[in-house]
C-alpha cells in the first residue's frame, strides 16, 4: 500500500505539471516548490540561531489556516523564543499569507515523498508539529515517528465514510501512530478514532470558533460600508460562486441591499456579476465613492480580505459553495449573530448540520425556497430569533484553543 500511495504522489505531481501552463493554480503550485529546499535552508539559515526551537504548523489552504491561527498567536506569545514554520498544500492559502506576520517562515510543503519528506525535516528540525483539521501526508508522518517529534493534529474532525474506517483502510489507519495526541472537534470523532484503537484524543473543539469570535471584537469599520448600509436591511453573499450568484439574483427590494463578495474576484467573474445584477444600480468597491455608493442597491467586494468584518453590516447572510463541493465558512458571520443561508450540500460541516437543527441556518435548494427564506427573516422576530441562535452557537463553543494549549507541554 506504501507503494501505491507513493506512485499516487508522484502521478498528482505528473498531472499538475500537465495543467500548470493551463491552470494559474498549477502553475503556482509548481513554481511556488522550485528550489523549494534550497529557500528553506536559507531562511532558517538567517532566522534561526543555532540551539533555537522551531514549532511547525500546516495548513492545506486559507480556511485550514483560520483554523490553526488562534494557536499559532496563543503559542507565539507563550513561547515567543520559539521560531515559528508555516506551510500550505495550496496556493490559495500560501498566496494570501505568505506574508503573515504571526510565523517567522512561510513555505510551500514539498509533495509527500520519502525524500522530500527526510530532506524538509533534516533542514527545520521542528521540536513540535501542528497539523490542521485533516491534513494526512503519510511519509512525513512516518518521518516524524521516526524521529520522535511530537506531532498534534487540532480541530480534527472524523466521519464514518471515510477510508480510515472502512474495510480496506488498514494500512492508513497504522499511519495514525505517528500522532502524539489527537484535539478533535466533536465525541462523535472520538468515537471513532477508539473503534480503530486510537484513544490519545481530547474533544478541544473547534479552534474557528476562537478566531472568529476574536474577529467580532476587534472588528475593522468600512466607512464605505456605513455610508451604502444606511438605514437599509443588507443581505451579504460570502465566497459565492456563480451557482449562488444566479439565485440571489433579483432579491434586492426597497429596502434590502446586497453585498456581493465573490470567492473568485478575477475580472471576468466580477464583470459576469455586474452583469447579472445589472438591472439595479451596482457599484464595485474599488469604483466607489461616498455619493455614489449611498444611491447603490448592490455592492461588488472585488478584493480579498475584507469578508469576515463586513458581516458586522449584515442582517443575514448567504454563504456560497453549497451548489458544489460544500459551503464556505459560515461562523464568520453567525459571530455577527447573522442568520445563515447556503445551499444544500453541508452534511460534511457540523456547525451547518447544527445551525440548521435549531434554526440558525436555512438550506435552500433553489429560488423558491430562498425567497421564501428571505421573506421568513423579514419578520422581525423570526430574524431575532435566528440572530440569537447564531450568536449563542458561537459563544457557546470558544475554548479550543485554550485547552489545547494547557494539554500540549512544550
Avoid at 499538475?16 to 493551463?22: E, K, V
Avoid at 521542528?126 to 498534534?152: C, G, H, I, M, Q
Avoid at 500522532?179 to 478533535?184: A, I, S, V, Y
Avoid at 462523535?188 to 472568529?212: C, P, W
Wanted: charged share 25%; net charge positive; with cysteine.
Amino acid at each position: 500500500m506504501r507503494l501505491l500511495y507513493n506512485i499516487s504522489i508522484h502521478v498528482y505531481k505528473i498531472l499538475i505539471t500537465a495543467a500548470s501552463s493551463l491552470n494559474p493554480k498549477a502553475k503556482l503550485w509548481l513554481d511556488g516548490r522550485k528550489n523549494i529546499f534550497e529557500k528553506l535552508a536559507s531562511s532558517i539559515s538567517a532566522t534561526c540561531s543555532p540551539g533555537s526551537k522551531l514549532a511547525w504548523f500546516h495548513c492545506a489552504s486559507l480556511g485550514e489556516f483560520e483554523q490553526g491561527r488562534p494557536l499559532i498567536e496563543r503559542y507565539k506569545a507563550q513561547h515567543p523564543d520559539v521560531k515559528i514554520l508555516l506551510t500550505f498544500f495550496s496556493p490559495s492559502g500560501y498566496e494570501i499569507r505568505k506574508d503573515y506576520k504571526g510565523a517567522d517562515l512561510v513555505c510551500y510543503l514539498p509533495a509527500d515523498t520519502p525524500s522530500n519528506a527526510k530532506r524538509f525535516l533534516e533542514i527545520v528540525k521542528p521540536s513540535a508539529v501542528f497539523f490542521v483539521k485533516y491534513e494526512f501526508w503519510f511519509n512525513y508522518l512516518a518521518e516524524l515517528k521516526r524521529r520522535d517529534v511530537p506531532t498534534y493534529l487540532i480541530s480534527g474532525i472524523f466521519r464514518e465514510e471515510q477510508h480510515f474506517f472502512k474495510f480496506y483502510g488498514s494500512w492508513f489507519r497504522k499511519q495514525f501512530s505517528s500522532f502524539t495526541h489527537f484535539f478533535l472537534q466533536d465525541l462523535r470523532s472520538e468515537e471513532l478514532l477508539h473503534s480503530i484503537g486510537y484513544k490519545n484524543t481530547t474533544v478541544a473543539g473547534d479552534t474557528r470558533f476562537d478566531r472568529v469570535s476574536e474577529i467580532a471584537k476587534n472588528v475593522r469599520p468600512f466607512p464605505l460600508i456605513e455610508k451604502f448600509k444606511g438605514g437599509h436591511r443588507v443581505l451579504i453573499a460570502g465566497s459565492t460562486w456563480k451557482e449562488d450568484e444566479e439565485l440571489i439574483a433579483g432579491s434586492a427590494q426597497e429596502n434590502l441591499k446586497l453585498i456581493i463578495a465573490p470567492h473568485e474576484i478575477d475580472e471576468k467573474h466580477i464583470e459576469s456579476i455586474c452583469a447579472l445584477f445589472s438591472k439595479y444600480s451596482v457599484i464595485r468597491y474599488s469604483q466607489a465613492t461616498e455619493s455614489a455608493v449611498a444611491a447603490a442597491q448592490v455592492l461588488v467586494i472585488d478584493n480579498i480580505g475584507m469578508l469576515s468584518s463586513l458581516y458586522q453590516y449584515g442582517t443575514f447572510a448567504f454563504i456560497g459553495g453549497g451548489f458544489g463541493k460544500g459551503i464556505h465558512n459560515i461562523l464568520e458571520a453567525a459571530t455577527f449573530g447573522l442568520p445563515v443561508v447556503f445551499g444544500p450540500n453541508y452534511d460534511k460541516f457540523k456547525e451547518a448540520v447544527d445551525l440548521v437543527k435549531t434554526g440558525g441556518a436555512f438550506s435552500v435548494s433553489g429560488k423558491a425556497e430562498f425567497e421564501n427564506v428571505r421573506a421568513l427573516l423579514s419578520d422581525e422576530q423570526v430574524l431575532k430569533t435566528a440572530s440569537h441562535i447564531s450568536k449563542y452557537y458561537v459563544e457557546s463553543r470558544t475554548g479550543a484553543t485554550e485547552k489545547i494549549m494547557n494539554a500540549v507541554k512544550f
